[in-house]
């Protein structure tokens, strides 16, 4: 199939609008993933055995099923317990739900790299427990994990095509759209994919970027 370069130029617009909603829900996805990662990671700390346990049955079964199938579930099955969500609402939260049990194990991590003198000391000094997470241990972890949780933004901006399946017209689904008109897809899809790669590189350079700035000093 020859190039043209014509029905390319046409399809921009509608593409551009797809990008916009791949943006928007990497972001509120985004959003939902780290504060919802965080209060994960904050209950398996908790320190009541019932509330980790559950936390954790909940995380690992999350990240073992596809995001697809909760995706489906959220958008499909949750009407029949009458709670109806947009197709973008249901994207969003898809993302977010399914992100957040892998920056809950992120945060962990960053958490069990405080040194232990820094919880030994807020124990001598009696400070709050409220107070020792908030102003001693979480500014401390929190940086320690910005690469990390770059990288699960950018691995997320990557899968918003998924979000096809559930009728959000993304990227991908806006490109697809183009290509139905004259069933031409060579064009409107290379130019998502090449959208996808100018977007995701440098974001993956800033990644590393922020790994050598947040880097422990040895």
Do not use: C
Request: hydrophobic fraction near 55%.
């Amino acid at each position: 199939m020859n190039w043209d370069w014509t029905y390319f130029w046409e399809g921009v617009p509608l593409v551009l609008k797809g990008l916009l909603v791949t943006f928007e829900a990497t972001v509120l996805g985004s959003i939902v993933a780290y504060a919802l990662g965080l209060i994960f990671a904050l209950l398996r700390r908790s320190g009541i055995p019932i509330v980790s346990r559950v936390v954790w049955l909940i995380v690992e079964f999350i990240r073992s099923t596809p995001l697809l199938v909760q995706l489906f579930f959220l958008f499909f099955v949750f009407p029949q317990f009458g709670v109806t969500l947009s197709p973008l609402a249901a994207g969003v939260l898809g993302l977010g739900l399914h992100y957040a049990t892998y920056t809950s194990e992120v945060y962990r991590a960053g958490i069990e790299a405080v040194p232990k003198g820094q919880w030994e000391a807020a124990v001598a000094l009696s400070l709050p427990r409220t107070r020792t997470w908030a102003k001693i241990i979480l500014p401390q972890a929190v940086p320690r994990v910005l690469p990390a949780l770059g990288n699960y933004t950018i691995s997320m901006f990557k899968e918003t095509p998924l979000l096809l399946a559930i009728g959000v017209l993304d990227l991908a689904g806006a490109a697809f759209e183009v290509g139905s008109l004259n069933f031409r897809y060579v064009e409107p899809l290379t130019l998502a994919g090449v959208l996808f790669l100018v977007l995701s590189y440098p974001a993956s350079l800033l990644v590393r970027f922020l790994e050598r700035r947040f880097a422990p000093a040895k």
